[in-house]
């Protein structure tokens, strides 16, 4: 099998089966989660409601004032990677090709040398995130094997697309191959580790700020 | 353009055909010159290598077809003359090709046989298309099947040249669903060293390059692990295309006739196969140096890749998926939605199960008997 | 009968919903709420952090309600709840938890930790793994009535001292009221100006109140133990007498958890809505103010600040209303760091004063909200909360602190208007 054989692969069928237990994932896991139903709340909820849950949904995106000092490694890691990674999946061009291909949506994209920089930045962010997790100790008591497979399922797309990218360490189709197999592991996972987050969120911000708001208080 | 009858006045060595011909040595140091710089050689090899090729003896060749369009063929008569890569077909003795010779059957088939014999274990073998194993009626001739003349006509070669996609890795009768149960010359051949040449078809200064190398050294020239020669196709055309600064900026064709592609940027969303295919078009180019297919506003199709025809669709970009549709990802959000009913139903009938267990917690029941 | 593993496991399976489930799903270990949770802050201790005082219940969830976790749980992969971890964990549900809801305000998937403490709090309390004060406590409440087991001839005593002290009546049983008040524990025994100041500034007011001789007692032990058929009990008490009386509105007092317990949580657990409104006394004293029937005279020259009680403030929405009440009275009134919705906890909160073996923490952790008080540099603290202020005063006891606590109404009563009364009582006497 050539390495051109093994992309053709990762773009045919191992895409496509990768992609329909993704989507078919996250239903399910979305089907579990609404499904469990929520008791409406009897109390009435107070007439001025600074807070929603649509508001908490985007507020909750930054930190609360004060926590940032608390765990800057935490906040200031974990914005550098989400915000290298977005940018990484929506505006390198050939992913928002990925992304017209399937959904009909397209914008344009941002020069690859910028995305390659965030794609950088993202990786170093992901490896001090997991240096931090490993010494601290909160975080080294919460967590698993899922985390550290989530860790290195997030980290395989980014670094096999910079190796491609820049031609290094492997041949370049086969890079591309691995590139479309490291993603592929990952859609496959993300419904079912904590990886779901990427969806979850925003429903748990949404009930988070909905419950606050009920109380008169935005979160 | 062999003529039989001429096969018997050509002079020993290519020096002595060449001074006969009245090319100046000056001239041919030019393009030695040339063809080291194609190689990748230092310039300084260019006077080493006049050298060579002027004592070296006039090489037997025999270039046998087979599933093939005989656009490979058409490509190697490309090489304009009056330009030298003309003149090397008269420095090397080509015995036997069936659209090129003037002879034809048994007398064809006569030309192979004697020249296997008069150079048992020298000749050159090219071939260009690829063989059927399916059902070996399905391309023959003079009666023989490509196969068994590959197989005999292998033996006493010195090494073989596999020129084009489907000689080199199967190409356009490979692609599936293969009727043919086509395969490549290296998939029959395993004890020979055999240079793949690959493109559909390949860029004959390519080809004469790679004859003038085992003419030069007498052997074959660095291959990669798909057998290619690495000094061609060392490097995808991606990295050597004009158009890869726009690609850089993100600025891409969107259509054939856009504006973007009248400003010739990047066709990548256009499918161009560029990034993958490694292939010299880029710098070589064809027709004399004139262009290549995306200077000439098409996306590179990956023709010297093996299995290219099958590698998803020509027109979409290498990184869409191949095959996948949004109406897949409806059925799999369907059968999503189906699953998580049903686990919706079990984790509703969990709870009831629990609401109905249930027993009414009172202040006697909060701490647990000692048993 | 007794309390049972099952039977906790079963509560476990009742309370988790689509919001836990979320919860659950959305976590990614990032370990940020431990630096909101003043019991990891001051003591450094991992096992502190939020979400994994919450890991039975999450495997709970992950076994019963997840596809994945029932299939590790049908090839036995899972590992199964027991006694031994609840017991385990029984520390770090109840001691080490205040409800106080800061981890809630920070998670950065926004996930409600205190919603989901407060529930699993359902399943410890079924399994018998609430600790031996709450249930002391709860059984008070449930079987006298209070759960510092006060009855009525107690809160009798002290209206009759509040009608010597005051001249005015303090109103029982009347029905038709609009409002009926209600009490703590703590304010019957320990502030009983708590009384005396509410008669003057009704009085004042013109407002129609009255006092239920089976309905005196606001706070709910079977909220902080976690019981909701306990505390449905509890506060059912309450609107059987708010609805004999026909009254308009139920005042709970400067107490948090009773103002969650009957404002928040009542009408679900009841299920149906209130034919009343429940309000805390600081949005009825606010009311008043802004009605002009809250007059007061003179300013409190001391330098004050307000500890925000995170029932009343974070999650229970009452941040304006105290500022606004002491910007009448108070000269020179001073915000502590991180005041409001994002206050943090005096550290006794959800039953933690309660559990006696949980005091040293409690003083441990108070060391957070010591420094946020030097801070302002005052010497007189407010707040609208009897347990609050019962385990601060303690702490600052403990800590060699000479800083007084007085309660918001008690002080706005110094400063209160009144025709035909008796003279403003000194403003430096303080609580006796």
Known sequence: ????????????????????????????????????????????????????????????????????????????????????????????????????????????????????????????????????????????????????????VTLLPLLTGYLAYHHLLLEYTLMLALHLFSIELLLVLLPFTKLFHTFSLFISRWYNGDLFARKGVAS | MKQAEQLDNLPGTVGEGLTQRGISRREFLKFCSSLTALLALPPSMASAMAEAISKARRQSVIWLSFQECTGCTESITRSHSPTLENLIFDLISLDYHHTLQAASAEAAEHAREQAMKDNAGKYLLIVDGSVPLGNPGFSTIAGISNHDMLVETAKGAAAIVAVGTCAAYGGIPKAGPNPTGAVAVGDIIKDKPIINVPGCPPIPVVMTGVLVHFLTFGSIPELDELGRPKSFYGETIHDRCYRRPFYDQGKFAQSFDDEAARQGWCLFKLGCKGPVTYNACATTKWNDGTSFPIQSGHGCIGCSEPNFWDAGPLYKALSVPASATSEMLGAAAAVGAAAGVAITWHNRSTKAAANTAHEKVTVQELTQEKK | MTASLSKGINAFKEVIDAPIASFFSSCVHCGLCAEACLFYTETGEAKYTPIHKLEPLRRVWQQEYTLLGSLGKLLSLSKPVTDEELTEWEPLVYDSCTLCGCCSMVCPVGNDLTYMIRKMREGMAASGHAPEDLIAATTRAITIGSPMGIKWPAVQAQIKHVQADTGIEVPVEREGADYLVLMSSMEIINFPEYLSALSRIFKQAGVSWTLASDAFEATNSGIQIGSSDLAREIVSRIVVAAERLKVKCVISPECGHAFTALRWEGPNLMGRPFGFEVKHILEVLDELRAAGKLKTRGKDNRPLTYHDPCQIARRGGVVEQPRRLLSEIAADFREMPDAGVMNWCCGGGGGVSAITRAEPLRLQVFKIKKGQIEATGVQTLVTACANCRIVIEEALEHYHMKIEVVGLTELLAQYLVEENASPIPSPVSGRG
């Open chain 1, 1 to 152: 099998m050539s390495h051109l054989d093994l992309l053709t692969f990762a773009r045919g069928s191992a895409l496509n089966w990768a992609l329909m237990l993704c989507v078919a994932g996250v239903v399910l896991r979305l089907f579990e989660i609404f499904g469990l139903g929520r008791k409406a709340d009897l109390a009435k909820p107070r007439a001025a409601r600074p807070g929603s849950g649509w508001r908490t949904m985007v507020t909750r995106s930054l930190p609360p004032e004060g926590m940032l000092k608390h765990d800057p490694v935490t906040y200031i890691g974990g914005y550098v990677f989400h915000l290298g990674l977005l940018v990484t999946i929506f505006f390198f061009a050939p992913h928002i090709e990925f992304i017209r291909s399937m959904t009909g949506l397209s914008w344009p994209g941002l020069p690859a040398a910028l995305v390659d920089a965030l794609a950088v930045a993202a990786m170093a962010a992901l490896g001090t995130l997991l240096a931090h997790r490993l010494n601290n100790l909160v975080k080294r008591m919460l967590s698993g094997i899922g985390d550290y497979l989530a860790w290195t």
